[in-house]
């Protein structure tokens, strides 16, 4: 069965080193988060990640959900404690404004738990994680009313928050959503209609369910420009905010999926069941945004939490697994077989995944901080610097990290040989629970598209640029450190790959779009490239200022992860780059009857 | 549900088209193998493989095998029909000397129509797939008494066949391997042990089933030199050669597996139980290779085939679901939306697993015609030459088609967005089911390691300097065909990749044995993907001479694949090549308890 121990020293180095939170003491929260203060938090974030969540991430699976005649849905054994444990130790309310009971620490702490509470439990983790996003839209969007009424109690755990967007006939394409809104005489509004794919649709965990549903009021514009957002509970809170009539509201079943079995995924129906609008009318999917955006960052957490839980199992099966020798001779002569780490393919595969995990955690947070600056900051120009910055990294995080969190998974899988595929070793979960990242809160596709299409072009570039010239800025600066050449060597190579890409898809993609959508996908994983080795260059360079003796093994670790990072994956870049610039004639040109 | 439609006409151009069957009618059982009978029986293999098996995948896997208390096994409703139907229609014995009761007809022929069968439900095509690989072991090995005995009924499919290798210590490594021999006073082997893994190790599906177990004679030498291979039958024939005494070998538990539900995967425990040396004492490693390569080749295929069934349902999907618009403007303006085929980003992923099936058809049958001609021909030489390349090709096969087979079952399940990631949509257990093939018949790891250890330095590099003396010379042949331009300057530069990479790995390699270990699976894919452009050039080069006007739309298709490969999948060899020229350093260095 597999173990879990969060990394708290290599979050901790993310923070402290590399971002160096304490520069941001000027931020509202901030101060609050000293350096003892994140250890602490850290350390008891880890602690519930594994010794709470993880001991049910195997039995969850296996037990999955289920939903009795009564449309009642119930979770694996000791999900409830589990959940509760949870919010009883504040982790839904901790970035939150305290105005509404929240905590107000840094969304970048949040952050790196979050990382710890995915790999823990990925699909107990998912009931909490869409209450934060729900909250968040309903803070940034609800009436004082709508937020004094639902956000505390959704941030004590109380109640639980769900996304309700994907109907059978559209995911992606909301436009063509059908759910109908109808206006009540009270100022509420009747929605009818069926979502589907509704994690934490229904369940057992809480007294109360808040979902926030896209649904098209009577009259409104066809196409996107006619979606609401609502806010429909379970349970119509009574005069003290309490739960009280049962709204019409109701899960119609459960979803038969690969993975997350702990999460109850929901056909949801609505009846004429009462809403309220949050947000204005017809701007729903603005609202919505909110919410995606929070929880496309934290899905690409998810990738990086399976891949890193799959990565600490693989390792330690490397170690005690004993077949073969090694290629240059016998490195156990008194055992029958050398452990599988002395295999040079071994140590490629579990490089390749932590390599990827370290910067991606680095790339996570540092996205995280520019959430929090974008919000926090009391200077316009950096505030803007910050959500430009945000509005590329979070296709990236979501689509490259998901990606390669899935693929890492896979690779660790394979460390297990005939092992890997049996579920009791607990491998093949990572893989199937890994993999739902890779496609919800917008298929990957969506988020190269959401780059190319909207992110790249937007205010002439202005976002791209910045990134370009930041990273440019920072090679010159570290121009004559030999320490640093044989990273930042690769690293300027493949940021060229990056600018020519950007100039091509800027030239060709405006003239014809096909271009632009040809190449997403490869840009986006070029652009993830870049900005991997950029974090690892930091990391580096961190890691080299590190005086600490008692941290000189930690460090070695940073400074051979970064090697390999770009002498074995970086190179990657120029494939992209290929492939973009061969331009959309090789995939549009195909009659669609010849495929 | 997913459907499936054999591509016959593939499987037939590759064998008319592109390996000239035609021109090896001298070969035995060619003769017999005439283009209209090679017509007839792909169209045979097509009608059981999409009539009788595929209609039995989805529901195999979700009822999965049983074991009842007295150690028997039930398959999924249907399976023993159908495997009466698979083994009725002769397609057991195909390839076979008629000698034993076989047909004796092409094995190239076996392995297109093998596709099929396991494209359509390869859990249950793994039940006569053991077989073939078992019987294969008995012909060459097994004495004529035994041949005799056993082959004439696995060959009807009335007792099917396993390989017995895995331990639970051991799966690779089968130096390791405990399970013990102790002579009987007959001559005969009392067999006592446990093994893993044993894929139709015990089933409802015939009166008979017989093991092919490694053990080790009492007193044998330490190691693969002290192993031997055994015919260890489940019911011991008796004088008239039917089913008798029930033999000491049981199934002790079914394995909980990530998918090839439908195939019994066993512990089998030998007590005491009866068996029969099959080949040379101490031998056994050897005889049992030639089970194995057959079953590497024939794994190869298992990725195809579950790459090309996702692909046909991608493909019907990505034409049926309407979402969004053409970056190009409305392509379908009557209705809500247009369908998913119009957008770039899902044509990519489409051409991507296509282009890489048909040359992967075309390098598998190409690989099987290597078997043919090196068991066949009666010219030395030739039978040799034929041998090199298939030592060559058979770990590529087998690596490359998995690794690359499963990467496209899961982007075919991307197409599917959410409902990809539901079981009744069926696309996710083509990916459960191909992931298995990465892991056995040896790891991918280790068919990279078959391939840059054992078959790149046999003979002095022999068969890889006459393979790219062979691309060399294909290149220069058509070097002024400005059809082909597009395709075969790419090949080139590809080529290049490869020549260097070849002789880095032969001088670093030989040197420090880390440098070939660390470069060897980016060596397998970097060979994987020049041999597939070898063969999209060959393709196209066919198509071109083709001058039938009712195939001017089949060519085109292969036409548009070729180039796609060429421009967006072929360029990945620079960075194959980079990553093994980094050498093992960067793989070496990190102390195993700083991972």
Redesign the interface.
């Known amino acids: 069965m597999p173990s879990y121990q969060p990394p708290v020293a290599d979050a901790l180095f993310v923070l402290n080193d590399v971002l160096k939170m304490d520069q941001y003491a000027h931020l509202a929260g901030f101060a609050d988060a000293s350096p003892d203060i994140v250890a602490a938090v850290l350390e008891e974030a880890a602690k519930l990640a594994s010794g709470v969540l993880q001991p049910l991430n195997h039995s969850g699976d296996q037990e999955g959900c289920r939903r009795a005649d009564d449309g009642s849905v119930s979770t694996p054994k000791g999900f409830k404690a589990a959940f509760e444990a949870y919010a009883g130790g504040g982790w839904i309310s901790l970035p939150f404004d305290p105005a509404y009971g929240g905590q107000g620490l840094p969304y970048v702490l949040a952050a790196a738990v979050n990382e710890f509470f995915a790999a823990g439990n990925m699909a107990l983790s998912m009931y909490p994680g869409l209450t934060s996003g729900a909250v968040a839209a309903l803070l940034t969007h609800g009436s004082e009313e709508l937020k004094q009424l639902y956000a505390p109690k959704m941030l004590e755990g109380r109640w639980t928050g769900t996304m309700n967007l ?1 109907e059978p ?5 909301l436009g ?1 959503l059908k759910t109908r809104a109808t206006r009540r005489d009270d100022g509420s509004f009747a929605l009818s209609g069926q979502k ?2 509704i994690s934490a649709g229904e369940h057992d965990l809480t007294e109360n369910i808040v979902h926030l549903v896209l649904a098209r009021i009577e009259g409104a514009p066809k196409g996107v420009k006619g979606i609401s957002l609502f806010v429909v509970p379970k349970f119509l809170p009574d005069a003290a905010g309490n739960p009280g009539v049962r709204n019409a509201v109701s899960c119609g079943s459960l ?5 997350i079995h702990g999460n109850a995924t929901c056909v949801m129906n609505y009846d004429d069941a009462q809403g309220w609008l949050l947000g204005e009318e017809n701007r729903g999917l603005n609202a919505m945004f909110v919410m995606m955006n929070e929880a496309r960052l934290a899905v690409g957490l998810q990738g990086l939490a399976q891949s890193e839980v799959a990565y600490q199992n693989a ?1 330690a099966y ?2 005690d697994r ?3 020798r090694s ?2 001779g016998a490195k156990n002569p008194e055992k ?2 050398d ?1 599988l ?11 390749e995944i ?1 390599s990827v995990n370290e910067a991606g955690r680095a790339l996570a947070l540092w996205a995280a901080l520019q959430s929090d600056i974008s919000h926090r900051s009391t200077d316009a120009a950096t505030r803007e610097k910050a959500a430009d910055l945000l509005g590329l990294l979070t296709p990236v995080l979501k689509g490259v990290m998901t990606d390669r969190g ?1 693929e890492n998974c ?1 690779q660790a ?2 460390v297990f ?2 092992h ?5 070793w607990g491998m ?1 979960q990572f ?2 629970d890994a ?2 990242a ?3 809160e917008g ?3 969506i988020q ?2 959401d780059l190319v ?1 909207r992110k790249l072009p937007a205010n002439g570039g202005r976002a791209i640029m910045a990134l370009l010239a930041e990273i440019g800025l920072y090679l010159k600066t570290h121009d004559g450190d030999e320490a640093l050449k044989p990273l930042l060597g690769p690293l300027n190579a493949s940021l060229g790959h990056l600018q020519q890409a950007s100039l091509w898809l800027m030239q060709n993609g405006m003239s ?3 271009n ?3 190449g ?2 490869d840009y986006m994983h070029l652009l993830g490239l870049v900005l991997l080795a950029y974090m690892w260059a930091k990391m580096a360079q961190a890691a080299k200022a590190d005086q600490d003796a008692g941290r000189a ?1 930690f460090m ?2 940073k400074q ?2 970064a ?2 990072f770009a ?2 994956i970086l ?2 870049t ?2 992209r780059l ?2 973009i610039t ?1 331009g ?1 004639a ?5 009659p ?1 009857d ?2």
């Open positions: 994907t006939h559209c995911g992606t394409d063509l589907i794919f979803e038969h999926k690969m993975g390792v490397a170690r004993l077949q073969g290629l240059s029958p077989a452990p780490m002395v295999h040079p393919d071994i140590r490629r595969i579990l490089l932590r899935f896979v899988q394979q040989g005939g890997g595929y049996i579920v009791e093949e893989v199937r993999r739902i890779m496609i919800y298929a990957n596709g190269a598209l299409g014809s779009p096909d632009a959508g040809a997403a996908t093994e070695q670790g051979a992860c090697l390999f002498q074995r190179p990657e120029a494939v290929a492939r061969s959309a090789n995939v549009m040109s195909l669609a010849l495929f």
